[in-house]
């Protein structure tokens, strides 16, 4: 079964038409059927929606695993991204030496003119995976590569600390909030890199480095269900 039938498939699980369906994912009804035609791919932010309503992104791109994810894997990780772990990069393999693992790049784009734009190339290349030493990622960023999405920053809002397109590599291991720091999040069908700090009262302050474009919004306790933490970014091209 190929990516369209399988978006196919998502549809008539949900009992949607084309049009309510790129409704609920946040393009256009032509755009959603161009998808499930094999005339465009879809893009991060809509694999995000599809990752939010419970769908298994890996057996969306691969057809491996089941349709349906439940809502956290069995290790504690968020479900979805967190499906599409790095693996060992054999020796032999694309000049593979058995000391590198190749990590998923998540490639992110904004939602501007989403619902009338057509798909280029780069877009169709959602995911790509980029090969790094395992030991630099376990001595060096103390992570499991297993537990790490390489990401493209999809936007301006972390200047100077991170510019859009620079390469983040985020730990998935933690979805919660767990202290400050710079993390991607979901809200709201978007995927947005922002620094968080947990205030006294539980709340959480959402910040940009990139101030006076993005001004920074408090959350309020009882208003956190709605942001879907997705990592902790824990390297630039550099250790952050």
């Known amino acids: 079964m190929t990516v369209p039938l399988r978006l196919s498939e998502i549809r008539k699980f949900l009992g949607l038409s084309q049009k309510d369906m790129g409704r609920r994912v946040g393009v256009s009804g032509t755009t959603w059927q161009n998808y499930e035609l094999e005339n465009a791919s879809p893009n991060a932010h809509v694999l995000a929606r599809l990752s939010s309503e419970g769908f298994d992104i890996n057996w969306v791109l691969t057809g491996e695993g089941a349709m349906r994810a439940s809502e956290e894997a069995p290790d504690g990780r968020p479900a979805g991204f967190s499906e599409l772990g790095a693996r060992d990069l054999g020796r032999g393999e694309l000049g593979g030496d058995g000391r590198h693992v190749l990590v998923p790049r998540l490639t992110l784009r904004t939602l501007e003119d989403e619902a009338g734009r057509r798909m280029t190339?780069?877009?169709?290349?959602?995911?790509?995976?980029l090969s790094f030493r395992r030991d630099f990622i376990e001595r060096d960023l103390k992570a499991e590569p297993a537990k790490l999405i390489a990401?493209?920053?999809?936007?301006?809002?972390?200047l100077p600390t991170i510019a859009p397109g620079d390469l983040l590599l985020a730990d998935i291991s933690e979805p919660k909030l767990r202290g400050s720091g710079i993390h991607v999040l979901a809200s709201r069908g978007a995927l947005m890199v922002r620094r968080l700090q947990v205030r006294i009262d539980g709340g959480v302050t959402v910040s940009s480095d990139n101030a006076a474009r993005y001004p920074a919004e408090e959350i309020e306790p009882d208003a956190l269900g709605r942001v879907k933490i997705i990592g902790r970014v824990i390297w630039r091209g550099g250790r952050l």
Not at 121 to 129: G, N, P, Q, T, V
Not at 151 to 158: Q, R, S, V
């Open 121 to 129: 190339a780069e877009d169709r290349s959602l995911f790509e995976a």
């Open 151 to 158: 990401i493209e920053a999809p936007d301006d809002a972390m």
